[in-house]
């Protein structure tokens, strides 16, 4: 069973701090995911990652950055945090190629909240 | 630029009855397509997938339909259960391509 674990459920940060959100799993994947989602904007793609210390920009990759130092591991940081980073963000893995159904399995979220 | 569309933010549906969740896409390089499910407070679920070489895929209650010509695709649940009340999410993947592009969700609410 994949398994992708985020360090916190909920986190309430202020403005300015800077923030880290840690994802593990547990599968040996390659890939690695970072999204935020948003009422009515859907999962919006911040970073993704192909291999260790590899990293491509997403969608809105503005106000992130991504740390991947071990295969297992995928950081998100907020450099400053801002009010508008307030949402849940979501770290997701799969297996590099064209192989199976291309699902990524999800970790169960992390609601960041910016005051 | 919204490339993969679901324009009913919400739906609600009786239980026992047909739910139809709807999904549009402009890009025609899209070359798979999945759907998730979302309960609050928790992250995406894989419900079931169709690769653009097939119109239709099923699996108990869920079945995908595809409709290359329209690019739109559709989710049909029957019956609809109240385990079923959640947020749903369509996907494409670019050929060639390792992310998936997400739509905006339809919430469905079963009714007791």
Redesign the interface.
């Known amino acids: 069973d994949v398994k992708?674990t985020q360090s916190s459920?909920y986190l309430v940060k202020r403005t300015g701090e800077k923030v880290f959100l840690e994802c593990v799993q547990d599968m040996d994947h390659e890939?690695m995911?970072w999204?935020r989602q948003d009422p009515?904007?859907?999962?919006?793609?911040i970073y993704?990652s192909?291999d260790v210390k590899m990293k491509e920009k997403?969608d809105i990759p503005e106000g992130y950055s991504v740390s991947r130092e071990k295969k297992e591991r995928f950081s998100l940081i907020l450099e400053s945090a801002s009010t508008n980073q307030t949402s849940m963000y979501?770290c997701?893995s799969r297996n590099?190629g064209p192989r199976g159904?291309?699902?990524?399995?999800?970790?169960?979220?992390t609601?960041l909240t910016v005051t | 630029d919204q490339q993969v569309k679901?324009n009913s933010?919400s739906l609600s549906v009786q239980e026992g009855r047909i739910s139809i969740l709807n999904c549009d896409y402009t890009n025609s390089m899209f070359d798979?397509f999945?759907w998730?499910k979302k309960y609050p407070?928790?992250?995406?679920?894989?419900l079931i997938?169709i690769s653009s070489i097939k119109d239709k895929n099923e699996d108990g209650r869920f079945t995908v339909f595809l409709n290359k010509s329209a690019k739109h695709l559709s989710l049909h649940i029957v019956p609809s259960q109240p385990g079923d009340s959640a947020v749903y999410?369509c996907?494409a993947?670019g050929f060639g391509n390792?992310?998936?592009?997400?739509?905006?969700?339809t919430r469905l609410t079963i009714i007791p």
């Open positions: 992708v459920r890939n995911f999204y009515g904007l859907g999962l919006r793609l993704f192909y997403g979501l997701a590099r159904t291309y699902e990524q399995y999800f970790g169960p979220g609601r | 679901q933010p798979y999945l998730y407070a928790e992250g995406p679920t894989f997938s999410f996907a993947r390792e992310k998936l592009t997400f739509g905006t969700g």
